[in-house]
Every structure is written in C-alpha cells, then in structure tokens.
Nanobody, 115 residues
C-alpha cells in the first residue's frame, strides 16, 4: 500500500534549522511531483515547496530562500531543508505526492519554532 512517512520535525529555536524527510513506498516515486505543505492551527493548509519529477523546484513567496526542497529517487525520499526558522513557521508539515489524477498525503510532522 501507499505510504508517505514524514520525520525530522521537532522544537527548534528561532534562527535554527531542521531537515524534514518523507520516506515513501507503494508507488513509482520518480513519476510523481513531490511537495511539502503546512498547516498552522486555525489556518488552511498551504504550499511550502514542490519539486517536479524532473527536479524543477518552486516555493512559496514567504519562504524567501530559507527552505530548500530536494529528492532522492534512489531512496524514494523527499527532503525539506529549513533554515532561519521563524515562530510563524510553526505548523504541521505534510508531504504530498501528485501524478495525474493521483495524490497521496503523509500523516504530518510537527514543527515548533519557539524560544
């Protein structure tokens, strides 16, 4: 069955860094565009960054170059390197896989930025 398992979240101080990972199985990873989304309490889920099957990337304006998405097709894993974290980055971060009409979500990992 399809699985997307996020890891790497936690508590970090403002200005710190975290690296999120999303390990996947059950589908042809290399075909899928992979994305990271986040949802803060009381807010809608929003796109953080996406990487296509060909490796092109795009990220939300608010990221401002602080986050980098990457993928390892040999490991069926997508990453999100987050630097210069701010309190407003606090949210549950979700991994997404998308191809044609198929889309899958992970269960999310909590990121809390606080001193």
């Amino acid at each position: 069955q399809v699985q997307l398992v996020e890891s790497g979240g936690g508590l970090v101080q403002p200005g710190g860094s975290l690296r999120l990972s999303c390990a996947t199985s059950g589908f042809t990873f290399s075909l899928y565009a992979m994305g990271w989304y986040r949802q803060a309490p009381g807010k809608q889920r929003e796109l953080v960054a996406v990487i296509t099957s060909g490796g092109s990337t795009n990220s939300a304006d608010y990221v401002g170059g602080r986050f980098t998405i990457s993928r390892d097709n040999a490991k069926n894993t997508v990453y999100l390197q987050m630097n210069s974290l701010k309190p407003e980055d606090t949210a549950v971060y979700y991994c997404n896989a998308d191809w044609q009409t198929l889309t899958y979500w992970g269960q999310g990992t909590q990121v809390t930025v606080s001193s």
